[in-house]
Structure formats: structure tokens, C-alpha cells
């Protein structure tokens, strides 16, 4: 219930600096949002990168239904690229599809790990 309660608030705060930035033409809220979106895209670019941190990210991912990661995304990239921010967009996209691929997806097995084990035989 931690996990859940911590999501809403994170994601309810990147929300709410998104809708200030662009709707009311706040700049350091805009500011924020472009932050956070760079700052995104290089965590899950690192997590992706390292196989144990893969496996714990999953792990402790908690009870977020993968329905809700995509609505909130897909609102967030709407309304980046509905005001013109069409690189932050694409950054918050690519960062987002590899989120739902790291939490969601099949990326526990190393394919450099199958090949070895492959040509072995």
C-alpha cells in the first residue's frame, strides 16, 4: 500500500508541474518537467543497462497496475506534444516504453548469456 501511495504522489506532483508548465505558462515548473523527463530516460537507460538492477526493479515494483503506468504515460505525452515539445515527448516515450519493458516485459534473460549457452552444446 506504500508503494501504490508513493506512485500517486510522485506521479500526481510530475502531473501537476506538467499541467502548470504548459497550461498556465509556469517556467520553472516547465523547467521541472524537462528535468525529470531527461532525468527518466537515463535511469531506466542505467537500470537497463545493469541485469541485477533489472531483477530488483521488477521485484520491487509493487502492486501498480500496468493499465495506470500507461494511462498516466500516455497523458503526459499527449499533452507534451500537444504544446510542442515534441523532444521531450520522444525522450518521455522512449523512456516510458522501456520502463513498461523492464517492469512488465521478459527482460530477465540475458541474450549474450543465451548464446554462450547455445554455442556450448
Known amino acids: 500500500m506504500v508503494k501504490i501511495l508513493k506512485w500517486i504522489i510522485l506521479h500526481a506532483l510530475m502531473m501537476a ?4 508548465g504548459m497550461f498556465r505558462d509556469v517556467e520553472w515548473a516547465q523547467n521541472i518537467v524537462v528535468f525529470m523527463v531527461w532525468l527518466n530516460l537515463f535511469v531506466v ?3 537497463l543497462s545493469i541485469k541485477d538492477c533489472r531483477a530488483k ?3 520491487e515494483r509493487g502492486n501498480i ?3 495506470a503506468h ?3 504515460d500516455v497523458v503526459f505525452i499527449v499533452i507534451l506534444a500537444a504544446f510542442g515539445w515534441f ?3 520522444a525522450a518521455y516515450t522512449v523512456s516510458s ?5 523492464i517492469l512488465f516485459g521478459d527482460l530477465e534473460t540475458d541474450t549474450t548469456d543465451q548464446a554462450t549457452e547455445q554455442s556450448g552444446d
Open 57 to 59: 526493479v521488477r521485484k
Open 70 to 72: 500507461i494511462a498516466y
Open 65 to 67: 497496475p500496468k493499465w
Open 45 to 47: 537507460l542505467l537500470v
Open 87 to 89: 523532444v521531450a515527448a
Open 17 to 20: 508541474c506538467l499541467c502548470w
Open 97 to 101: 516504453f522501456l520502463c513498461l519493458g
